[in-house]
């Protein structure tokens, strides 16, 4: 089997799909490309039988054939080339494949591709499409919010719940949780997954640049994303997700509307000072100035910062996690934020003040308890 292709389109593609292979993965293949070559189409596959990658380009190719390539070897060949056809000859009886540049030969082991695990197709499906921005946002906006907790399996992935009038993405980790709602994007057939991080992380880095169509299809175990050429399947999340709705406090009735590069970078410059473990800021509102302080009893380090804000409610103060807040807001693009609060013991919420009419972001943190220092 014999196929000539452009050095850098083939790194490019390589480089699309290479993410989602582990290091030490369970099965040794699948340190592996699968080559598939049908009627001048290269198809190249790379899985970690959790998520998987597809991606077709057109080569120049005489005869059919397959071949698991090893991955790490060839992505450094590519890279160290310039730009220039290559020629891939694979002897299909002992595996081994010869890459013939314009001044160079290189040999490398190949394996056999029936070894190389199935990838699931769509049987008894749904499918919904939502544009590449819209689910490039959903991804950002609720991603962070994602835990690390394998014991807590439903909260390592993003939720996701189509209805006939629009659809939620929302992660947690406990802490904080993160809601984001399109009006724009909505199913008839109704549907909720748990879509893992990694795969999601993969699929934000895939995402073309230029706005275009994403087919979502999906099954009960598995969900499928086509654009551009590329195909990706992941496993879902088989748990139930935390019923978020009821950890969101409904009377809210002290509000803060503040700059939010203003509150980030006075943020950023507390939490320097607060305990390395708690990472504990304490914001104080009276009247129209809020006081963001912090402190280190440990090393008698403490710092305060007096900003002007926009506040209607009664006087309060309420402690945080600096590090979750700094996050959250470096992850809004909005010039202003609104934060609600009930109780001191009780979650804040976070929402942008200008954002798309289509869109509806809100976060949410826990507070955490404070001592009694003097700000």
Same mark, same amino acid.
């Given at each position: ?7 850098s ?10 993410g ?17 070559i ?13 998520t ?9 190719a005489?005869?059919?054939g397959n071949i698991?390539v ?6 450094e060949?590519l ?5 220039q056809?290559v020629t891939?000859s694979i ?16 040999k490398?082991?190949?394996?056999n591709?029936?070894d ?14 939502i544009s ?17 907790d ?5 909260m ?8 006939d ?5 929302v992660?947690?980790?406990?802490h ?6 399109r ?11 748990i ?11 895939t995402l ?19 654009f551009? @050429?590329?195909?990706? *399947?992941c496993?879902?999340? %088989?748990?139930? &997700?935390?019923?978020?709705? !009821?950890v969101?406090? $409904?009377?809210n009735?002290?509000?803060m ?5 203003e509150l980030l ?5 507390i ?5 390395k473990?708690?990472?504990?800021v304490?914001?104080k509102?009276? @009247?129209?100035?809020? *006081?963001?302080?912090?402190? %280190?009893?440990? &090393?008698?380090?403490?710092? !305060?910062?007096?900003l $002007?804000?926009d ?9 945080f ?10 992850n809004?693009?909005a ?18 003040? %200008?954002?798309d ?7 949410l ?5 404070l001592s009694n220092?003097?700000?």
């Amino acid at each position: 089997m014999k196929f000539i292709v452009s050095s850098s389109y083939l790194l490019k593609q390589l480089a699309a799909i290479n993410g989602v292979i582990t290091t030490n993965p369970v099965v040794p293949i699948l340190e592996n490309f699968l080559f598939e070559i049908a009627d001048g189409k290269l198809t190249i596959t790379a899985s970690d039988l959790q998520t998987s990658i597809i991606t077709e380009l057109e080569v120049e190719a005489k005869e059919n054939g397959n071949i698991a390539v090893p991955s790490k070897i060839l992505l450094e060949t590519l890279r160290n080339l310039p730009e220039q056809p290559v020629t891939f000859s694979i002897d299909e009886n002992t595996y081994s494949i010869e890459i013939n540049s314009d001044n160079g030969r290189y040999k490398l082991s190949g394996e056999n591709a029936t070894d190389f695990p199935k990838v699931p197709t769509v049987s008894d499906g749904s499918a919904v499409n939502i544009s590449s921005h819209v689910l490039g946002n959903a991804i950002n906006n609720t991603i962070l919010a994602t835990s690390n907790d394998e014991l807590r399996p439903a909260m390592t992935g993003v939720y996701l719940n189509l209805s006939d009038t629009n659809t939620t993405f929302v992660a947690t980790d406990g802490h904080r949780l993160i809601r984001y709602r399109r009006v724009d994007i909505a199913s008839d057939a109704g549907a909720s997954m748990i879509i893992p991080r990694k795969a999601l992380t993969l699929l934000r880095t895939t995402l073309p640049s230029a706005n275009t169509n994403v087919n979502v299809e999906y099954n009960v175990s598995n969900a499928f994303f086509k654009f551009d @050429g590329i195909r990706m *399947v992941c496993r879902l999340i %088989d748990e139930r &997700f935390p019923d978020y709705e !009821n950890v969101i406090p $409904s009377n809210n009735e002290n509000a803060m509307t503040i700059d939010r590069l203003e509150l980030l970078g006075s943020l950023k410059r507390i939490a320097i000072y607060a305990n390395k473990t708690t990472h504990q800021v304490r914001l104080k509102i009276a @009247g129209s100035e809020l *006081v963001i302080s912090s402190e %280190d009893l440990d &090393f008698s380090n403490e710092a !305060n910062e007096r900003l $002007s804000c926009d506040h209607d409610g009664g006087d309060i103060e309420i402690g945080f996690n600096g590090k979750f807040l700094i996050e959250m807001l470096a992850n809004i693009d909005a010039t202003q934020v609104t934060m609600k609060f009930s109780e001191p013991n009780k979650a804040g919420l976070i929402f942008p003040v %200008d954002s798309d009419e289509n869109e509806d972001l809100l976060m949410l943190v826990m507070p955490v308890m404070l001592s009694n220092y003097s700000s």
